[in-house]
C-alpha cells in the first residue's frame, strides 16, 4: 500500500521560512516523479514545485525564487523548503508522486494527505 506523509506545515509570519517534507513508502521511490501541489478551497490544486526520478526542476511561477524542491532517493523522503513566505502561500500544501513526469495534478497516480501552511501578516 502506497503511502505519502507530508509533516512541517504549521503557523508562520510573512517573511519567514518552512521546510516540508513527504515520506514515502510501498513504493520504489527512485522510480517516481514528486511534486508538490497546494489547495485553497474552492478554487482546484496548483503545482508548486515538482522534481523528476533525473532530478529536473519544475516551479510554479508565484514561487520561482523562494521555494525549493530536493529529494533523498535514500531517505525516501521529497522536501520542499520554503523562504519569503507571504500570506497568498497559505494552503493546504499535498505531497505527489507519479511514475510520469508530468506535474499536472490529474494526472498524479498518488497523493499524501497534505499538510496546512499558514502565513500570518
Known amino acids: 500500500q502506497v503511502q505519502l506523509v507530508e509533516s512541517g506545515g504549521g503557523l508562520v509570519q510573512v517573511g519567514g521560512s518552512l521546510r516540508l517534507s513527504c515520506v514515502a513508502s510501498?513504493?520504489?521511490?527512485?522510480?517516481?516523479?514528486m511534486g508538490w501541489f497546494r489547495q485553497v478551497h474552492p478554487r482546484p490544486r496548483e503545482l508548486v514545485a515538482g522534481?523528476?526520478?533525473?532530478?529536473?526542476?519544475t516551479y510554479g511561477d508565484s514561487v520561482k525564487g523562494r521555494f525549493t524542491i530536493s529529494r533523498d532517493n535514500a531517505e525516501v523522503t521529497a522536501y520542499l523548503q520554503m523562504d519569503n513566505l507571504k500570506p497568498e502561500d497559505t494552503a493546504v500544501y499535498y505531497c505527489?508522486?507519479?511514475?510520469?513526469?508530468?506535474?499536472?495534478?490529474?494526472?498524479?497516480?498518488?497523493w499524501g494527505k497534505g499538510t496546512l501552511v499558514n502565513v500570518s501578516a
Open positions: 510501498g513504493l520504489t521511490f527512485n522510480d517516481y516523479a
Open positions: 522534481i523528476t526520478t533525473g532530478g529536473s526542476l
Open positions: 505527489a508522486a507519479s511514475t510520469e513526469s508530468v506535474f499536472v495534478a490529474a494526472l498524479l497516480e498518488y
